[in-house]
């Protein structure tokens, strides 16, 4: 997705931002509106969003009044407000402004002209975020067809969407070669120590640590850091996120002192570059209060988790879907303690948030729905536990398919609440899936797979059947060693 634009070029502001609109209109309104965009980017850049809408659609207003509905200008207004809509989670508002700026734009351009391409790359962004997966394949397809096999930034970008497309749906070995070939398409173009190429590394890093290939994702990470540090500035909010992923990786493995110091580089930065205030800055609060719970440090987390929920609250409002992510954020570590009515209560505002913002059946509801059955499930409220479980499966496979790894972690989950019951039949056949499916998506030797292996093997142990355990847990046992001397 594109950041909000200027009708206006030269200032250090808009240097920051996407291409601006250089032709001049005359007329104290468009004067007015271009003075009101500016507003609008400063809003965007401090990340209060909720108060920067109702500016844009103000923008938008008067310059469709004093330009026609067709006039040329008037997409980009379109794309700001949709972009907007957009960080809001209102996808249905944003798709149909992008619609209507990319009409206007094929009206002046013709269907094919290259210039289409980065707003068609927002349309897809849109149709990414509603899970319809088809019409995002579909728009990029049709980048690719204008782009006709020509290596400029525009195709690298579509086939690095393309692959974030494939990764989302753990199809992994598709995904890897697209990426490779983006970056290709960027070290050609740019040379090896452009920005570009770092954010490539990145990405590519992004796709080996979700496929548990810790030991090739690391010098990828590096090498990313350094050429973004060096092409960016030390301080550069691009370098904060590669110092995140980075330390993620780590806490991943866990290397937690060395996680440690690079979110709070991390922080630091991002508290620098956008205020203490901003969303971005939530994020990294929220990351390092993560790591305080893994290491049971829970007074520093819950200091932490409040904070970035504090933040997410005044920026976007209580009944945002942001805020409620750091709701069930906070609702986890009270789990974790223990405090299994505070967690609840967070647990229950977070998914009514969620399902107020986007509908019952979105992706997102499921993880949301399997925390609060997971809570209900530690408490041995199975009854509760049961319909919250199956119906994050049934989201999981309706959005990804039934092979997806996700609906593999969401069959487990249920299998082991069958396990405890004592359901043992209704059980093995949920960890067998479970075991299947990341054994396909994952390959045989992925540290995920150790913990389904050691949960058939303990439903065995349970029935008696010491036999069928023993090489499950000797496999389990396999896994996490040779996981563990990767990350040596």
């Not at 619609?99 to 094919?112: A, H």
């Not at 806490?251 to 630091?268: I, N, W």
Request: net charge negative.
């Amino acid at each position: 997705m594109r950041k909000i634009r200027s009708r206006s070029v030269g200032t250090a502001l808009c240097a920051l931002l996407l291409l601006a609109n250089s032709r001049a209109a005359p007329g104290q309104d468009l004067e007015e509106a271009g003075a009101l965009n500016t507003k609008v980017i400063e809003l965007y850049n401090s990340g209060q969003y909720t108060e920067a809408i109702p500016l844009a659609q103000r923008v938008l207003a008067i310059r469709e009044k004093a330009l026609g509905p067709d006039h040329p200008d008037l997409a980009s207004s379109l794309e700001n407000l949709a972009s907007l809509y957009s960080t809001e989670r209102r996808y249905s508002d944003a798709e149909q402004l992008y619609k209507r700026s990319l009409v206007i734009r094929e009206r002046n351009v013709g269907p094919d002209h290259s210039s289409l391409e980065l707003s068609l790359n927002d349309l897809a962004f849109i149709y990414y975020n509603q899970n319809r997966y088809s019409k995002v394949k579909a728009v990029q397809k049709r980048i690719l067809s204008i782009a006709d096999g020509s290596d400029d930034p525009v195709v690298a970008n579509t086939l690095n969407n393309l692959a974030e497309l494939y990764r989302s749906q753990g199809r992994f070995t598709d995904a890897e070669p697209l990426y490779m070939r983006s970056l290709a398409i960027r070290e050609k173009m740019f040379g090896p120590d452009h920005y570009q190429i770092g954010m490539s590394l990145n990405t590519l890093a992004e796709l080996y640590r979700y496929e548990g290939r810790y030991a090739d994702a690391e010098p990828l990470y590096r090498r990313s850091l350094a050429i973004l540090e060096k092409a960016l500035g030390a301080e550069h909010h691009n370098v904060a996120t590669s110092l995140n992923n980075l330390a993620e990786l780590y806490r991943l493995q866990g290397r937690y002192v060395d996680a440690e110091p690079l979110y709070t580089r991390s922080l630091a930065i991002l508290e620098k570059e956008v205020g203490s205030d901003h969303p971005a800055v939530a994020d990294s609060l929220n990351n390092i209060a993560g790591l305080y719970q893994d290491l049971g440090r829970y007074a520093d987390a819950e200091s932490l988790y409040k904070r970035s929920l504090a933040i997410a609250e005044q920026s976007l409002g209580p009944d945002h879907p942001y805020t409620a992510t750091h709701l069930n954020n906070l609702a986890t570590l009270y789990r974790a303690q223990g405090r299994y009515a505070d967690a609840e209560l967070l647990y229950r505002r977070s998914l009514a948030i969620w399902e107020k913002a986007l509908g019952p059946e979105h992706i997102d509801i499921s993880s949301f729905l399997n925390n609060l059955a997971t809570l209900y499930h530690t408490q041995g409220r199975y009854l509760d536990a049961e319909p919250l479980y199956q119906r994050s499966v049934a989201i999981l496979e309706k959005a990804l398919g039934p092979e997806h790894p996700d609906v593999a972690n969401s069959l487990n989950n249920l299998a082991a609440m069958y396990h405890h019951q004592g359901r043992y039949s209704d059980a093995e056949p949920l960890y067998k899936r479970s075991i299947t499916i990341l054994e396909t998506a994952l390959g045989p030797d992925h540290p995920e797979l150790a913990a389904n292996l050691n949960n058939l093997g303990a439903l065995y142990q349970a029935q008696g059947r010491d036999i069928d355990a023993e090489p499950l847990y000797a496999r389990s046992l396999m896994i996490q060693k040779k996981a563990a001397q990767s990350n040596q």
